[in-house]
């Protein structure tokens, strides 16, 4: 059986979830690594789960709410966008998003509910948004909290990248993740995806996303600890080259006030 995965069930980059079964006491549970054959990408993977709170665990959850401060930047410096967000993730046979904040003084809102996403604009419909924006926010929002557990996706082409040093003097192991939308009608763009992970503790540190028409960095520079979870405090994504020099600040995020939900275990 596979393994149920969280923050899936999404087009584009996220796929479909399954809900949990029973399972014969006489069956052992699938590996939910079985998909993976290279073994570095298990060492590297599994060790990266454990360090972020344990796939078991993970799975375990059943809601994750937690407050989101960022500011888009131009190449200027000046701030293109800026907002304070509530975010609130249930998940199960029929998950749900919930993205709340404020702007002029006027109540903002996107929710994804019965497969079907929506925006808001004091509590009715919004149209100013495109359609598609909304569906992107609440994509990137669950994908990149939910590293590196949904990289378990077997839609994802996952190949170890060996050792790498940051400009911070960093030295990392390096999983690539690619994605074909050719092959998989759920993935939108053929973007790839660097991660990369403390080579001593594999903490997931950074990332790299060769997107079609530019290169985007991201650090995460600190974390929370919540009920044995490591989870974003804040980070930077930056604009860089295919070398990954720095080019200019793009986003300040930070994130607080995790709450946690549990599954029941009746």
Excluded at 20 to 27: C, G, L, W
Excluded at 48 to 59: H, Q, S
Excluded at 223 to 228: L, Q, T
Excluded at 231 to 242: A, C, E, G, I, N
Aim: negative net charge.
């Amino acid at each position: 059986m596979k393994s149920k995965l969280l923050f899936i069930c999404w087009a584009l980059m996220v796929l479909s979830c399954t809900g949990e079964t029973s399972i014969s006491e006489d069956i052992p549970p699938q590996d939910p690594l079985s998909h993976i054959t290279d073994g570095e990408v298990k060492r590297v993977l599994t060790a990266a789960m454990d360090k972020a709170g344990g796939l078991e665990r993970w799975n375990k959850l059943a809601s994750l709410q937690f407050t989101k401060d960022y500011s888009l930047l131009l190449e200027s410096g000046e701030v293109e966008n800026a907002a304070f967000q509530q975010h609130l993730y249930t998940f199960g046979a029929n998950p749900t998003v919930d993205i709340e904040w404020e702007k002029e003084e006027k109540a903002h809102a996107i929710h994804f509910k019965d497969g079907q996403y929506q925006k808001l604009l004091q509590g009715q419909p919004d149209t100013s948004m495109a359609q598609q924006s909304v569906i992107n926010t609440v994509l990137s929002a669950t994908f990149v909290v939910s590293i590196p557990f949904k990289l378990l996706d077997e839609g994802v082409q996952l190949s170890y990248g060996g050792l790498d040093t940051l400009a911070n003097g960093k030295v990392v192991e390096v999983l690539q993740a690619s994605y074909d939308p050719e092959e998989h009608a759920d993935h939108s763009t053929p973007d790839i995806w660097k991660h990369y992970y403390d080579a001593e503790d594999f903490t997931f540190v950074a990332y790299m996303v060769q997107h079609a028409d530019h290169y985007s960095y991201v650090e995460n520079q600190s974390f929370h600890e919540v009920e044995g979870f490591v989870l974003p405090k804040t980070r930077k994504s930056y604009r860089v080259d295919q070398d990954r020099n720095l080019l200019y600040l793009r986003a300040d995020y930070a994130y607080d006030d995790y709450k946690l939900g549990w599954a029941s275990t009746d």
